[in-house]
């Protein structure tokens, strides 16, 4: 209650006794999310005191909200034995529309929010998980791949609030479709238009790609130029270089996670790539068949 003489007046009384002090201050009042305001609301006369209101929102843009979380996370990391790190640039972009694309999902809070520690966060998380397995393989760089943002995914569930079918669906389940779509949305911008057909030709016809997250780039590199037509679309649309292996198998990686994300191949929980699974309609009167009752693609 002593605020309303400082905002009022601009001075501090001391009741009973015949003293003001005067004051030169201006206070600057910040809100939290609407679940803890609400629980101590700023009452009407205190609140008519205050000059003007501003309301903040979310980076309006991809490019923006990349710019903060590349500020405020910790990339210049001076103890990663003289490794360089390097962030390809469509990394930056899919992990910053993890966020849009939560906060756009019905299945979270919109009251609670997805606020931008959940991108600094993710990319933290990434950039960690990359260092450390560059030190296990001896690379001398770091760059993260598609698989370093799925290590990443307590970063995600930690920071959502789900909504009732949010909660029965399982948070970890919302965050890895999360990453699929943030992923077919990086593909879409990057890739989109270029002909794939060789490539989900290819898996059509029963080729399947498993990628190790711990493996070295070299060793990945040449499992993916197995697929035909990923290497020459990726030099095609730009996305790396042909002398910078680390960075050729993370597009290699997005490539194949959007082309997942378009349902044009399928991708099992090991990292796995195959072709899409056809989705059959069940018998009249029979519902759809519960989840291991078809085959195993990966005994």
Excluded at 54 to 65: A, F, K, N, R, S
Excluded at 115 to 130: C, F, K, M, T
Excluded at 154 to 172: D, F, N, R, V, W
Aim: charged share 30%.
């Amino acid at each position: 209650m002593g605020l309303f003489n400082i905002m009022q007046e601009g001075d501090v009384q001391i009741k009973g006794y015949p003293v003001r002090l005067n004051l030169d201050v201006a206070l600057v009042f910040t809100a939290n999310p609407e679940d803890y305001t609400a629980r101590g609301k700023i009452i009407t006369p205190l609140k008519d005191r205050i000059g003007s209101e501003i309301t903040t929102h979310y980076p309006l843009t991809v490019e923006l909200g990349t710019a903060i979380t590349e500020q405020e996370a910790w990339i210049d990391r001076n103890g990663g034995g003289g490794r360089a790190i390097r962030i390809p640039d469509f990394m930056a972009e899919l992990i910053e529309r993890i966020a849009f694309e939560a906060r756009e999902d019905k299945r979270v809070d919109r009251r609670s929010g997805v606020s931008q520690r959940l991108p600094i966060s993710v990319l933290d998380n990434v950039l960690s998980n990359a260092e450390r397995r560059s030190i296990i393989t001896k690379e001398k760089a770091v760059v993260p791949r598609i698989s370093d943002v799925y290590a990443a995914l307590p970063a995600i569930t930690g920071k959502l609030e789900l909504e009732y079918e949010g909660e029965l669906q399982g948070s970890e389940t919302i965050a890895k479709d999360l990453i699929r779509r943030a992923a077919g949305r990086t593909f879409e911008g990057r890739v989109g238009g270029a002909n794939v057909d060789d490539i989900v030709h290819w898996f059509d016809e029963g080729g399947a790609l498993k990628v190790t997250p711990e493996e070295r780039s070299e060793a990945l590199l040449k499992g993916f130029t197995v697929v035909p037509g990923l290497l020459d679309l990726i030099d095609q649309v730009g996305l790396a270089g042909k002398k910078d292996p680390a960075t050729l198998v993370s597009a290699c990686e997005l490539v194949l996670e959007g082309l997942v994300a378009e349902k044009r191949i399928a991708r099992s929980d090991e990292l796995g790539y195959v072709r899409a699974r056809s989705e059959q309609k069940p018998p009249f009167g029979k519902g759809p068949t519960g989840p291991g009752t078809g085959p195993n693609l990966f005994t």
